[in-house]
């Protein structure tokens, strides 16, 4: 398994940005498939985008698509999100997770075998 480990929460202001980083050690990270969660207050753990191992092919949920941009760098060992055009909405613990079934898997967000523990993200208005 995939260690994991989430930096780059914090409070910023409606229309902020902020920039996340999900660090990786253990198994080569460049075989992993590899996605952001979050999960507010309250609510479900919701998928917010995933980027395939090497080729690097993105996937969002509609209610972040244009403002946040998914990487990594496998280099380094490290993931990103890029967080734009913040609303309070976007309020939640973002969560890394890994996969080595596919990116489909990713998005479900089910079975997966590695997790980070979270980084919190809060937007005021």
């Known amino acids: 398994q995939v260690q994991l480990v989430e930096s780059g929460g914090g409070l910023v202001q409606a229309g902020g940005s902020l920039r996340l980083s999900c660090a990786a050690s253990?198994?080569?990270?460049?075989?992993?498939?590899m996605g952001w969660f979050r999960q507010a207050p309250g609510k479900d753990r919701e998928f917010v985008a995933a980027?395939?191992?090497?080729?690097?092919?993105?996937y969002y949920a509609d209610s972040v698509k244009g403002r946040f941009a998914i990487s990594r760098d496998n280099a380094k060992n490290t993931m990103y999100l890029q967080m734009n055009s913040l609303k309070p909405e976007d309020t939640a613990v973002y969560l890394c997770?890994?996969?080595?079934?596919?990116?489909?898997?990713?998005?479900?967000?089910?079975?997966?075998?590695?997790w980070g523990q979270g980084t919190q993200v809060t937007v005021s208005s």
């Open positions: 997770a890994a996969s080595l079934g596919g990116v489909q898997r990713v998005i479900s967000g089910i079975g997966l075998g590695s």
């Open positions: 253990g198994r080569t990270f460049s075989s992993y498939d």
């Open positions: 980027i395939t191992r090497t080729i690097g092919y993105t």
